[in-house]
């Protein structure tokens, strides 16, 4: 393996190595936490959690189970601000209460130096005793919100100062950690495994507006009565406390719409070009957004509440089960699509590891208090549950995980045919060194062709533009050990990756980024297109040429880099690749981002595929992989490069150097070397060889003649 | 599903129970890899547990060699989770789960084979009191049960139609089900064949005292020389109380209760009910069986109970060694055969 590839694979793994951790304790360990009369039982396999019995005898024996207890990192690796996981040992009893928490291993900044260890272990010692069926929050200003939690369902812990970030993290560890052993064990929600949940359909985007989105019942509209809210607190101290109440009891008090912003027809439809970003960069993979809008006498968001935090008016439960609720901190505005007026909304999001399914109605409250006294207000609360369901059609579901993305490929059965057939014949021709590809008369006609194929059909159509995102996720999943499953999920990139990776053996680098990669050929229409208009590209400088080239390494590292370090850095730095821009948006977002696109585009006109050369984080990463290319497969002679230098001059992309040398790792397999080397019209070496054979012939000709007369 | 289960010389270590929730706080250190406990005899008692079945499976063996000991625990625990990975029908990546949603399991692992074959053989000497295909209207009472009703007699009939075991298929092939809509499910036979493979497994690596509880119970030798492994049987009305208890004679023993999953708050309706006509037996509230086999014993409790008595006992005397208890719903003693009743143990607390 050469120093590149082995450079490559060191960095994927830093980058995957988050995921990577996994538990350390063995039933030995735990039996240390769990002495007895407890009994650490056997894992069965299914769930990374250990049984825990508590025993009884000699001479009578009993067994019975008490709990569970697990790592917190085999369920939920959320990642802290290091970069690296908590790992918390967590106890829950049979009924869903904490019997104990514990930390095992943390590397927040916060913990490690300044206050040191000790606050963060009074803080999860205080989970002891609560219950996963309350809504376990986190007490962020001391004495603030002190009265709102009595008498409602939420508990709440006492914070640490300047910790509150990593604390959200341990919570969030803790709760989700939690929720997944609950939910397989306890026999909540009928034991399914937690990450059988619904997915949301990512490719289905129709455009819908206000009324449209309510008649598909991706919005629920609810009203609240004032008679609704008077009746509730009846019989309590503050019962008709409410003036207008008792005036207009038939009137509304509140009027609620409420759906998942992550389903695409949705958050689309319903949020700005600035909101939606936001919300693909804040959330990921699995993670759902709930999306609340209202008017009336009430707001569920406080306008006095921390951005980002849990909301205090509003929970949310999944068979009987609480489920946090974080504020998202979209700061845009709603497109005006026919809505009413409205006096609010609030994004939230839920993380994928709560276990939230889509594909099963949840139930919100939206809590409504009243404060009765002045000087120590009391505060009387009541909650009303609103019920979401995301319809079927929206969904892929999850009772069928297996066959999900088998239903998926047979959907777009035609396109994996189209695009079979056309990389086997593109596989044959390369191969054979068919007149299309290797005569210049008709590579000048087949290319383009195929290059208009690959933008048309496989880009803009197809949606199969490959990208560095992939590689990113296949080693996390692959470092972690998680399934490559997901993948199957994009037929066209499967197909695409698994054509790739084969033809890096054979070609290199040169197939995907000069035949299959839509953007790129984008650039190389448009360069054709500009030579109509008497544009040419231009030569850069030999030196320079070679830094630029190294430039996409860099560029390679950042993403990594970024990806490393936190969710929004990473989103950031994949906006260099300007693939999802022209190709997978078709050049419809905001202005910087077409600037950008189509600028590489342009530059693309007098450089020849600048981008791909000198930028590419994916061609970066294709051109290290690359090294693993088994044959030299451009022929040569041993008059190339001295003296010949035609090749040389010819390669637009610079790939060919003065002394003859082919360099593939920024090879693009345009064909046009290796068409020149067979046109004995072209090729210097041909030429002189068949005017030699030329006048030997005349020579021989000649000097045949005068004897040959019979 | 869980049987309460009582051991002689019964005095429950109240302290345990005292402590409620609360655990103790983990010790510093690492704790010792086997939990056993030194007897009078010089030799140790060894114990490990785990879940499977939706109910605790514990095991205890009495050797000299603790750590030995320890790990032929381990085995035999590994042998019933792999048993219940094998057969429960709410794992759908389970062979059992994949025969019913596919209709066809080819390759089947051999202990499925093993088991099925003998719920065939079982089902045909039962006359189908016994039925491996019984899924359908179990599925249909449980989901009744949870939605807080009894299943319309047009449900049950619907779902009776997909029950019959002559149109299963077993081979060491492929098993297959005949009819589309069919199910099978061996919560009635798996937990016995599981206590088989455990005790194997600890007879394997020379355990001769032990007792393996996986819903059913399974023991060789005695608790210590002079004491015999006792097993209490829960008294089906009042979960504090015995009805008496029986001796492991080396024998397995099996346990049915109207108790255990009921359908109905009268227990007249619950998960024993007879596969040809979707009705529990009017009758009884508990057998205990004992055969040579836990395959047997646990197999043989579903036509016990649903049989009238008469040709309960005649099915019985068809297996050399088979033994059983059958009381009535007033949890009185109505028909004993190969098996004695024994007074509960004095002090009779109950396991909490």
């Not at chain 1, 997915?199 to 509209?221: H, I």
């Not at chain 1, 860099?554 to 929004?568: D, E, H, M, N």
């Not at chain 2, 355990?207 to 060789?220: C, K, N, T």
Request: charged share 20%.
């Amino acid at each position: 393996m050469s120093r590149a590839l082995r450079l490559l694979a060191a960095a994927l793994a830093v980058a995957a190595a988050p995921a990577a951790r996994a538990g350390s304790l063995s039933q030995q360990d735990l039996a240390a936490f769990f002495p007895p009369p407890l009994l650490v039982g056997e894992r069965d396999g299914q769930l990374p959690a250990w049984p825990i019995f508590r025993k009884s005898g000699p001479p009578a024996f009993t067994t019975d189970l008490v709990g569970y207890a697990f790592e917190s990192i085999d369920l939920a690796p959320v990642p802290g601000f290091s970069g690296t996981p908590l790992d918390l040992l967590v106890a829950i009893d049979a009924n869903g209460s904490f019997v104990d928490v514990r930390v095992l291993s943390q590397h927040e900044p916060v913990f490690v130096g300044g206050v040191g260890e000790e606050p963060l272990r009074r803080f999860v010692a205080q989970y002891r005793g609560l219950s996963l069926r309350q809504s376990v929050k986190i007490r962020t200003s001391v004495g603030g919100q002190g009265a709102a939690a009595s008498g409602s369902s939420a508990v709440y812990l006492d914070g640490v100062a300047k910790a509150t970030a990593s604390l959200k993290i341990v919570n969030q560890s803790v709760l989700a950690a939690a929720l997944k052993v609950a939910r397989a064990k306890l026999g909540f929600a009928a034991g399914r495994d937690p990450d059988l949940v619904a997915q949301v359909r990512a490719d289905l985007l129709e455009p819908r507006d206000w009324a449209g989105l309510v008649d598909a019942g991706l919005l629920r509209a609810f009203t609240l009565r004032n008679r609704d809210v008077e009746r509730s607190f009846a019989g309590s101290e503050v019962a008709g406390g409410d003036a207008e109440a008792r005036a207009r009891p038939d009137a509304p008090f509140l009027e609620v719409w409420a759906g998942l912003a992550s389903v695409p027809t949705l958050g689309r439809n319903l949020l700005d070009d600035r909101g939606w970003q936001t919300l693909g960069a804040r959330t990921w993979k699995g993670d759902q957004v709930l999306l609340l809008a209202w008017r009336g006498r009430w707001a569920i968001w406080d306008d006095d509440a921390v951005r980002g935090s849990v909301p205090d008016r509003l929970t949310l439960t999944q068979g009987g089960l609480s489920i946090e609720l974080r504020d998202l901190d979209l700061d845009s505005a709603l497109r005006p699509i026919g809505q009413p007026r409205l006096d609010g909304w609030r994004a939230f999001r839920v993380i994928a590891q709560s276990g939230l399914d889509p594909g099963a109605p949840f139930d919100l409250a939206v809590r409504v208090t009243r404060t009765r006294g002045v000087v120590y207000p009391e505060r009387i609360g009541r909650d009303f549950p609103l019920t979401v369901k995301v319809p079927d059609g929206y969904l892929v579901p999850a009772a069928d995980d297996q066959k999900g993305w088998a239903s998926i490929w047979r959907a777009r059965a035609g396109d994996v045919v189209v695009l079979c057939v056309a990389l086997a014949a593109l596989a044959v021709l390369l191969a054979r060194r068919a007149p299309a590809v290797a005569h210049l008369r008709w590579l000048g006609r087949f290319r383009p062709a195929f290059l208009l194929f690959t933008l048309a059909f496989v880009g803009f159509h197809a949606q199969g533009q490959l990208s560095i995102v992939n590689v990113v996720a296949l080693a996390q999943s692959a470092v972690a050990g998680r399934s490559w499953a997901f993948f199957l999920y994009d037929p066209m990139s499967t197909v695409l990756w698994v054509f790739t990776l084969g033809t890096l053996l054979v070609w290199g680098r040169g197939t995907f980024c000069g035949w299959l990669c839509p953007f790129g050929a984008l650039q190389e229409l448009a360069g054709r297109a500009a030579r109509v208009l008497r544009l040419r590209p231009v030569r850069v400088p030999e030196r320079l040429d070679r830094v630029l080239k190294r430039a996409k390494l860099l560029a390679l590292a950042l993403i990594l880099g970024a990806a490393l370090g936190s969710p929004a850095a990473g989103d950031r730095a994949l906006e260099l690749e300007p693939f999802k821009t022209a190709i997978t948006l078709g050049f419809d977002r905001p202005w910087p981002h077409v600037a950008w696109a189509a600028g590489l585009v342009v530059l693309g006109v007098f450089v020849e595929k600048a981008f791909c050369r000198y930028l590419c984080p994916l061609g970066a990463f294709l051109s290290l992989a690359g090294r693993v290319r088994r044959f030299d497969w451009i022929p040569r002679r041993a008059e190339c490069g001295a003296p010949c230098q035609l090749c040389a001059s010819r390669c637009v992309y610079q790939a060919i150097g003065r002394e003859g040398r082919v360099d593939y790792d920024e090879c693009f397999q345009c064909m046009d070397c290796v068409a020149v080397h067979r046109a004995d019209t072209l090729c210097p070496p041909l030429v002189l060889l068949r005017r030699g054979r030329a006048r030997a012939a005349a020579e021989a000709g000649r000097a045949a003649s005068p004897a040959g007369g019979r | 599903m869980r049987r309460r289960v009582f051991l002689s010389g019964a005095v429950v270590a109240a302290l345990a129970a005292a402590a409620g929730r609360s655990w103790p706080r983990p010790g510093r250190g690492r704790g010792a890899a086997v939990d056993a406990a030194p007897l009078p005899d010089g030799r140790s008692l060894v114990r490990g547990a785990g879940v499977a079945f939706g109910t605790t499976v514990s095991i205890a063996a009495v050797d000299g060699d603790p750590p030995g000991a320890a790990a032929a625990v381990h085995e035999a625990l590994a042998a019933v989770l792999r048993v219940d990975a094998l057969m429960t029908v709410y794992r759908p990546e389970s062979e059992v789960g994949r025969l019913n949603a596919d209709g066809v399991l080819p390759h089947p692992d051999p202990h499925l084979v093993r088991v099925l074959e003998f719920g065939l053989a079982l089902a045909e000497a039962s006359g189908g009191a016994f039925d491996p295909t019984v899924q359908p209207l179990w599925a249909l009472h449980a989901a009744c049960a949870r939605a807080g009703r009894l299943p319309a007699s047009a449900e049950v009939a619907r779902a009776r139609a997909l029950v019959g075991w002559r149109d299963l298929e077993v081979g060491p092939r492929r098993i297959a089900l005949r009819r589309r809509g069919m199910a099978i499910t061996l919560n009635g036979v798996a937990q016995g064949y599981a206590t088989d493979l455990a005790v194997a497994a600890l007879r394997a690596r020379g355990i001769r005292d032990l007792l393996v509880d996986a819903g059913e119970h399974g023991a060789d030798g005695a608790r210590q020389p002079g004491a015999p492994w006792t097993v209490g049987l829960q008294h089906p009305r009042d979960p504090r109380a015995l009805l008496g208890a029986v001796v492991l004679d080396g024998r397995a023993l099996a346990v049915s209760g109207d108790y255990a999953a009921p359908f109905s708050a009268d227990l007249r309706h619950h998960h024993l009910f007879d596969p040809r006509t979707g009705a529990s037996p009017p009758d009884l509230s508990t057998v205990a069986v004992a055969a040579p086999t836990g395959l047997l014993a646990d197999g043989l409790t579903k036509p016990v109970m649903i049989l009238p008595p008469a040709r309960a006992l005649a099915l019985l005397d068809r297996y050399p060694g088979a033994g059983a208890l059958l009381f009535d719903k007033s949890a009185r003693l109505v028909a004993a055969r190969g098996l004695t009743l024994l007074p509960a143990a004095p002090g009779g607390a109950t396991p909490s």
